[in-house]
């Protein structure tokens, strides 16, 4: 993020006018602490900050003058069952518009649908509050160290797929799942059990998660995230362009067809 702050510094000079920043996922968090904590000079010139299904942050980032005083310039815009877009602190207005997608899968913003010059409206999802609840909860239980460490190497490993988008990830999911337990393998024993006590501790906020969506009657979570599961396991036995429809689920030009 620092990086962030030293490169609009570096490249606001040369723009001129009121400037706009934005960015999809980290980018989007990116986006936001450079607009934060930018100089001065730069930084009453931003108009807008878009903010497109990215994290928050740490409380204390949030509370502090420099974000306070960005906050009202910041639009964050989340899929229906947006979960990337929950993790960690952000009270900025929140647009959520609708996915074609299932699940995770609808972090990806080539899914989300337009209609002329506008996103189609829609609201957070069961899932995408489960989701905040327990991603949350789990986090919480990580000091920043570990949770840096963490994200580095889950990255890391996920990069040694290629692949650059969660649909690309997804397209041949055995075959990336494979590459990722064996690099995995390669780790450092630290590293593997950062990574394995971190899962254990997801799992056990999931449960007690679920439990008291189970409570509150919120059943339509469950379904939903079976729904999700059983399009990714069809993706991994069929592959190809159905699979890929099937998880991204019809397009309206098709419902209207059918």
């Not at 920043?144 to 963490?150: G, K, N, P």
């Not at 692949?163 to 590459?179: P, Q, V």
């Not at 991994?236 to 059918?258: C, P, R, S």
Request: with cysteine; proline share 3%.
């Amino acid at each position: 993020a620092k990086e962030a702050v030293e490169y609009f510094n570096k490249i606001a000079p040369v723009l001129e006018g009121e400037l706009i920043l934005g960015g999809h996922s980290k980018g989007g968090n990116f986006a936001m602490y450079a607009a934060a904590f930018c100089e001065a000079e730069h930084k009453e010139r931003i108009v807008h900050v878009y903010n497109n299904d990215g994290p928050g942050f740490r409380e204390e980032v949030i509370q502090s003058p420099e974000f306070q005083e960005l906050l009202p310039k910041i639009i964050t815009i989340a899929p229906q069952s947006s979960i990337i877009g929950q993790l960690l602190s952000n009270p900025a207005k929140q647009h959520v518009i609708h996915s074609t997608a299932k699940g995770i899968l609808q972090h990806d913003a080539m899914t989300w649908e337009a209609e002329k010059d506008r996103l189609l409206s829609s609201e957070l999802d069961e899932l995408s509050h489960y989701a905040k609840t327990t991603l949350g909860s789990w986090l919480e239980s990580m000091d920043d160290e570990s949770r840096e460490s963490l994200c580095t190497t889950a990255f890391s490993l996920i990069e040694s797929t290629k692949s650059e988008t969660f649909i690309e990830f997804s397209t041949d999911l055995m075959k990336n799942t494979e590459i990722v337990w064996k690099e995995m393998g390669k780790l450092p024993e630290d590293k593997k059990k950062e990574i394995t006590d971190a899962l254990a501790n997801l799992m056990e906020s999931s449960k007690k998660s679920a439990l008291q969506h189970m409570k509150d009657g919120g059943q339509a979570v469950l379904n939903q995230i079976q729904s999700s599961g059983q399009a990714l396991l069809s993706q991994m036995k069929t592959g190809g362009h159905a699979a890929i429809h099937q998880v991204l689920g019809k397009t309206k030009e098709e419902e209207e067809q059918g």
